[in-house]
């Protein structure tokens, strides 16, 4: 009877196949456009736009054009706190109960960090996904990067950034307030094809004709600064690079630049980078490969010879762990590259935010602070070296949180695994709804910096919100702060965070005292158009991302819109700002 059936289905099957072809096609589209989606997928009832739950396409496509992030606020605006992404991921937003579950809880990492690995797909504490092999790294090298070892003197930390900072604070005097070495390196912006010298020439620098206070690009410079730092710190101080001192040989920072620019092929589309990058971008990553392996050759034959107790360089700690050659090496391109890049775009929009006319009144703050606590420099030379006294400035510390809140130099998402059972509660279901394991979740630290009952005018740069308000008490203000810095993570958050968020603190806030307390700035008028505000009649335009916001691109707000990417850099690869005596 059965082999009947058989035999008869058989027949009907080959006599009838275009139409039971299309019968089963449509079946198919039926269950993977309307039934699974709607009826059996456990997050069906996330809200969020239909072409999410059926296809990765969007998410991959509008992070493709650079403008995830904004698209991702935008969903959390009009559907809630939880939203999908894809038919396997969530972002969740509104409550910081989220951040502790995710990061401090620690979910494992998503796949996406895989293809953060370097030189021929070496593993690297940042790319490793699973929590005990990640733990087993930061074992290794975690006491190098604390706090107490980059303030104790019997490091070299201290000095090496104490040094730079120094290298730096010259570098703005000769380029830009005395005018003696004018920037023409960056004027051209031979490797910035966004830059505006690379678009017009020469013609645009110093068309005031200034002899003195000529605009300097600080981006490229605290690019400099950060990466001098970062690889004497990582190689040894004679090891490390010293664009700081050598102009001509800071294009390796744009060239990394150039490279970093392809972050959604490098991390999410790994096997079309060859087809996406063509020959400029292929060049330019095989001559900054070229250049860090000549870098870490160096170091290898260069040893440092270590006085007392002092830490040995992260190179030499590796390799006592067992990690050798690119093993190691992958660790250290991890370190330098994403650190340098980080600490120049906080710098960069620190600095911008400081210039603004708008901010006047901030910059003068800052620099009444730091002469009250420090006096006037003596010299030039002067600087302010004392660690302990700066942490103590409640407005330079003011400033740098509120940099990292509205300038976050990652505001994209870090996305996690739900690797144990997870509930949610979403408006309309009658309890909470369990995450499948092995779902994508992760917090938006663009969001969720921006929660308007925390961080009220959440789009303008408010350095005041850090501090205590006329009228409120301790109590109330230490409750407010301590209620701020849960939905903060421009560094991430738990075990996972920045490795290296003591040495970028630090060096931000000795970069920043030291130049205010030296020198005033304002943007350069011959790169843009800047835009003025009354401060007590209107607040500036809201800050944003991505380059559907960037307008004409002539005025500098529209040239500092951020990138809409997980690293964020102005769109202009550029920041020119004039320096003076004060």
């Not at 019997?154 to 070495?181: A, F, M």
């Not at 509660?425 to 663009?446: E, N």
């Amino acid at each position: 009877m059965l082999a009947q059936l058989v035999y008869l289905l058989y027949c009907y099957v080959t006599s009838h196949f275009v139409q039971v072809q299309t019968l089963l096609i449509a079946v198919l589209g039926v269950h993977y456009f309307i039934v699974y989606p709607f009826f059996i997928s456990s997050l069906r009832h996330v809200p969020g736009p239909y072409v999410n739950r059926i296809s990765r396409f969007n998410a991959l496509n509008k992070q493709r054009k650079a403008h995830w992030i904004e698209t991702v606020n935008n969903l959390h605006s009009r559907y809630g706190d939880v939203v999908i992404l894809a038919p396997n991921e969530i972002s969740v937003n509104g409550s910081s109960q989220y951040i502790h579950d995710i990061y401090i809880k620690n979910f494992p990492k998503s796949k996406f960090y895989e293809n953060f690995r370097n030189h021929g797909f070496k593993d690297n504490i940042f790319a490793s996904l699973e929590n005990d092999r990640h733990l087993r790294y930061k074992k290794i090298i975690v006491n190098l990067y604390s706090k107490t070892a980059i303030f104790h003197p019997k490091n070299q930390t201290r000095q090496l950034i104490c040094d730079k900072t120094g290298l730096l604070i010259k570098d703005i005097y000769t380029s830009s307030v005395s005018g003696e070495r004018p920037d023409y390196i960056n004027a051209k912006s031979e490797y910035n094809e966004h830059g505006k010298g690379y678009l017009e020439g020469l013609s645009w620098f110093n068309r005031s004709k200034r002899e003195k206070s000529l605009g300097i690009d600080v981006y490229s410079l605290f690019g400099s600064f950060a990466i001098d730092v970062i690889s004497a710190f990582e190689l040894g101080q004679q090891n490390g690079t010293d664009f700081l001192s050598h102009p001509e040989d800071r294009y390796m920072v744009l060239v990394h630049r150039m490279v970093a620019g392809m972050g959604f092929w490098t991390t999410l589309m790994p096997k079309f980078w060859n087809w996406a990058a063509g020959p400029k971008i292929s060049k330019a990553a095989e001559m900054l490969e070229k250049w860090q392996m000549g870098l870490y050759r160096r170091a290898e034959e260069n040893v440092p010879t270590l006085s007392g107790n002092e830490n040995k360089t992260t190179l030499e700690t590796l390799k006592l762990s067992g990690l050798t050659n690119k093993n190691a090496y992958s660790f250290l391109s991890d370190n330098i590259f994403a650190g340098h890049e980080t600490t120049a775009i906080q710098l960069t929009y620190l600095t911008y935010e400081l210039s603004r006319p708008c901010h006047a009144a901030k910059q003068k703050r800052l620099q009444e602070e730091l002469r009250q606590a420090f006096g006037a420099p003596l010299s030039k030379e002067s600087l302010i070296d004392d660690f302990e006294a700066l942490e103590k400035l409640p407005y330079l510390n003011a400033l740098i949180e509120e940099n990292g809140r509205v300038h976050s130099s990652i505001p994209g998402a870090e996305p996690r695994v739900v690797d144990r059972p997870y509930f949610i509660a979403l408006p309309g279901q009658k309890g909470p709804i369990q995450i499948p394991l092995g779902t994508t979740i992760s917090v938006l630290p663009y969001a969720v910096h921006r929660q308007p009952d925390i961080f009220p005018e959440p789009n303008h740069f408010v350095p005041e919100r850090w501090l205590q308000y006329e009228n409120e008490s301790a109590q109330d203000f230490k409750a407010r702060i301590t209620q701020q810095h849960k939905y903060m993570m421009p560094f991430g958050k738990g075990i996972r965070m920045c490795l290296g968020m003591q040495i970028a603190l630090t060096e931000m806030k000795v970069v920043l005292a030291n130049l205010y307390w030296h020198y005033g700035s304002t943007i350069d008028r011959d790169w843009c158009d800047v835009v003025d505000y009354d401060p007590d009649t209107k607040l500036p335009a809201p800050i944003l991302l991505g380059a559907r916001n960037r307008g004409n691109n002539r005025t500098d707000e529209e040239k500092m819109v951020m990138y809409d990417t997980y690293t964020s850099r102005p769109l202009n690869d550029e920041c020119w700002l004039q320096w003076h005596e004060y």
